[in-house]
């Protein structure tokens, strides 16, 4: 089965970059989604296809994909950014759809 | 502006079948360019794709292989609606189960652009 590892927090300051990875072997060959989810919310498609953004998210979400890694950035950070983050590619025919273990942002 | 609402119980006994709906608000559930999911979320399990539904000429399902024996997903087009039904279910299903729309050209393009807000779902007797 296609692991996805992430790592499990990442903490940044408000203004600065957050960058949050995805691993999985030869990831840079398929296409990455990504996803943000607050507490006692449903996941929201923030970024999609390695690095396009559905209508309504900001600019400061974009995403780059290569090799054996994925990531997410988050430019100028705010307190509302603080949530889990969750990438997410197509497994295999066995697998199908797959999701990485999260990401815990945290806005210090 | 496509909403997903999700209904039905919160608490099912082992064994017993877990029975959830969705009901679709700005798109139809017999579109060509979308297919009507469900994902469940749990502290073991994380995020994971159960199964989906979708209408190109003709229904077509797929499921996840850890439920595939157990799991059945329907649409409703008199009621623009798609369910799950888990039969046999054990304590390791306690999670909270999402529906949600995929799209994408491709299985690798495919992803899930909105999601029901999530019902806990409790295995318990």
């Known amino acids: 089965s296609y692991v996805l590892t992430q790592p499990p927090s990442v903490s940044v300051s408000p203004g600065q970059t957050a960058r949050i990875t995805c691993g999985g072997n030869?990831?840079?060959?398929?296409?990455v989604h990504w996803y943000q989810q607050k507490p006692g919310q449903a996941p929201v498609l923030v970024v999609y296809?390695?690095?396009d953004r559905p209508s309504g998210i900001p600019e400061r979400f974009s995403g780059s994909n290569s090799g054996n890694t994925a990531t997410l950035t988050i430019s100028r950070v705010k307190a509302g950014d603080e949530a889990d983050y969750y990438c997410?590619?197509?497994?295999?025919?066995?697998?199908?759809?797959?999701f990485g273990g999260g990401t815990k942002l945290t806005v210090l | 502006q496509i909403q997903l609402q999700q209904s039905g119980p919160g608490l099912v006994k082992p064994s017993q079948t877990l029975s959830l709906t969705c009901a679709i608000s700005?798109?139809?559930?017999?579109?060509?360019?979308?297919?009507w999911n469900w994902i469940r979320q749990s502290p073991s399990r994380g995020l994971e794709w159960l199964g989906r539904t979708y209408y190109r000429s003709k229904w077509y399902n797929e499921y996840a292989v850890s439920v595939k024996s157990r799991i059945t997903i329907n649409p409703d087009t008199s009621k623009n609606q798609f369910s799950l039904q888990l039969n046999s279910v054990t304590p390791e299903d306690t999670a909270v189960y999402y529906c949600?729309?995929?799209?994408?050209?491709?299985?690798?393009?495919?992803?899930?652009?909105?999601w029901g807000q999530g019902t806990l779902v409790t295995v318990s007797s």
């Open positions: 296809d390695d690095g």
């Open positions: 030869n990831i840079g060959s398929k296409s």
């Open positions: 949600a729309r995929g799209v994408g050209a491709t299985y690798d393009a495919y992803c899930f652009d909105c």
């Open positions: 997410q590619v197509w497994g295999s025919s066995s697998d199908f759809w797959v």
């Open positions: 700005g798109d139809s559930v017999s579109t060509n360019s979308a297919a």
